[in-house]
């Protein structure tokens, strides 16, 4: 009788982080002529998408909105705005033709703040968190017929797809009583949830809005108020199916805004235009009936192996902390009258590590705040002042060696004067906080028969157990196919942990193939 394995095929990927890469843009900002006096502070929102994947590098499509809230010469506040396009590539020899990329931008950074009469220019520095989709072909045997087969299962889970796709929310708010001037929107999105329904993602999440504004005073007060929502976002995935599950990154690429109906009274509405770009990645979960152990009674077998690779998300989650910071300021010259306002600024991971069921995140928060001093022309002054965190996320069952990704976002921030030469700031901060585990398995790839075994010359089998040991283990030893072997030694009760002998009887002797 011939021997013909079946062999079936296996297509598996799994999420290898390859390294974090920072990309830097430079924005400048032009006045309509009016003379700048001071840089109050600045913000940007960097969005990375991917353009194209080529053997050994990815190319991204780089956008980044800027703004500055400055105080012009006569005392009036404004806002200027400006955008940069550009493109940025990464090279690695990893990178294949097909290979998947998922991106992340992650700990924003505003550098070099220099300003002249009616230009402010600054860098704007932010990582991006470089994570390669690799691909795995595996052949595996389903089945060794006419040998006697071990055959098992695994449960793996595999990345069926990786996509980006760029949304846009829009939200009405009623603006509060006499309002001047609306200045700028710092909007936040923070994904709670996703769910996968077929050829849809729907990303669940709340939108977090600290809005600046000029009061309608005589003298013109800087406040600010924060606004929080829901939301639900469709994303198209086609080929996607109800029983996967997806995973998603959110980035905030853009603030907008108009102005509905009166300023100055209640009737003001402002309609909040917030794009966002979604990196998503879908997983399925399978399973395999493989071969894992076979024999021939009358061939000798050679059997290979092949590992692969699947990876699981263990731990998802995101978490509300409370931290708080302090400047003191030692000039002489300098006594605070009061603060008027203070910023959500932008949060930099610098450490995430796995202690015992803990991620414990640290990095720190950088919060703008605006403030009088206590001169006779109640001068305004900004500073941008420096929140060291560190936070722990409980994640039961995770590991040591499993890898941990943790990203923070500022949802709002209040500052006071404690007296007259210090500030006091406290921030809430969201972790999103996702933990990954390598599975590695092993499958049965390959079966070759060899030299042809001698058969036995008698009918009787004898077999001496000295060690534990299975009833695999012991079939394959007699050359008898283990149902046969429990059939004639029924009160045999595997494994067995002491010596014994098991005796076996064929009632045909094998004829070598």
């Known amino acids: 009788m011939a021997f ?27 006045t ?22 080529n053997a050994g590098n990815v190319n991204f499509d780089v956008k980044v909105e800027g703004y500055a809230l400055v105080l012009l010469e006569g005392g009036d506040i404004t806002t200027l705005t400006s955008s940069n396009a550009s493109t940025s590539s990464y090279n690695n020899v990893l990178i294949m033709q097909d290979s998947q990329i998922f991106a992340n931008t992650t700990n924003i950074r505003i550098e070099n703040v220099s300003a002249t009469d009616l230009t402010v220019s600054f860098t704007c520095a932010y990582d991006v968190s470089i994570i390669l989709i690799d691909n795995q072909n595996i052949n595996y045997i389903s089945s060794a017929a006419p040998a006697n087969e071990k055959v098992a299962k695994i449960d793996y889970n595999t990345i069926t797809s990786t996509f980006n796709q760029n949304f846009e929310l829009s939200t009405e708010i009623d603006l509060p009583n006499g309002v001047k001037k609306v200045l700028l929107t710092e909007s936040t999105a923070v994904l709670k949830d996703s769910s996968v329904s077929n050829d849809l993602v729907t990303l669940h999440g709340e939108l977090f809005t600290r809005l600046i504004y000029l009061t309608n005073d005589e003298k013109p007060k800087l406040k600010t108020e924060l606004y929080q929502s829901d939301f639900h976002q469709e994303v198209l995935a086609t080929g996607v199916t109800d029983n996967q599950k997806a995973f998603a990154g959110l980035m905030t690429c853009s603030n907008a805004f108009e102005i509905q109906g009166e300023l100055e009274s209640s009737k003001g509405i402002i309609l909040l235009k917030n794009g966002f770009n979604a990196n998503i990645f879908i997983v399925t979960s ?15 077998m050679n059997m290979n192996h092949q590992s ?60 703008n705040v605006v403030y009088l ?7 305004m002054q900004a500073v941008q002042v ?15 060696t499993d890898t941990a990704i943790a990203s923070v976002v500022i949802k709002d921030t209040e500052a006071r004067n404690k007296r007259a030469k210090e500030i006091d700031v406290l921030a809430d901060i969201i972790l999103s906080v996702r933990v990954l585990r390598d599975n590695s398995e092993v499958v049965l790839n390959e079966i070759t028969l060899s030299d042809s075994r001698q058969t036995p010359e008698a009918n009787m089998g004898l077999y001496v157990i000295d060690q534990a040991e299975d009833l695999w283990t012991v079939a394959k030893a007699l050359l008898i196919n283990p149902d046969v072997l429990m059939e004639q030694n029924p009160n045999l009760t595997f494994p067995i942990t002491k010596p014994t002998q098991v005796f076996v009887y064929r009632q045909e002797k094998i004829d070598e193939k």
């Open 4 to 30: 013909e394995p079946q062999t079936s095929k296996l297509e598996a990927r799994y999420t290898k982080r390859l390294e974090k890469i920072t990309i830097q843009t430079n924005l400048t900002f032009n």
């Open 373 to 379: 001093l206590d001169d006779d022309n109640n001068t």
């Open 286 to 300: 399978s399973s395999i009936d493989f071969v894992v152990d076979a024999f021939c009674p009358y061939r000798e």
């Open 386 to 400: 420096e929140i060291p965190f560190e936070s722990v996320v409980r994640c039961d069952d995770i590991k040591d």
């Open 32 to 53: 309509n002529g009016e003379k700048i006096e001071k840089v109050l502070f600045t913000r940007a929102l960097p969005c990375v998408s991917i353009s194209s994947v």
């Open 308 to 367: 692969f690779i699947s990876q699981q998300v263990v731990c998802e989650k995101t978490v509300n902390d409370k931290i708080d910071g302090n400047i003191a300021f030692s000039q002489d010259d300098v006594r605070i009258d009061k603060v008027v306002m203070s910023s959500t600024g932008f949060g930099v991971v610098d450490n995430v590590k796995i202690v015992d069921s803990d991620v414990v995140v640290s990095g720190t928060a950088y919060v």
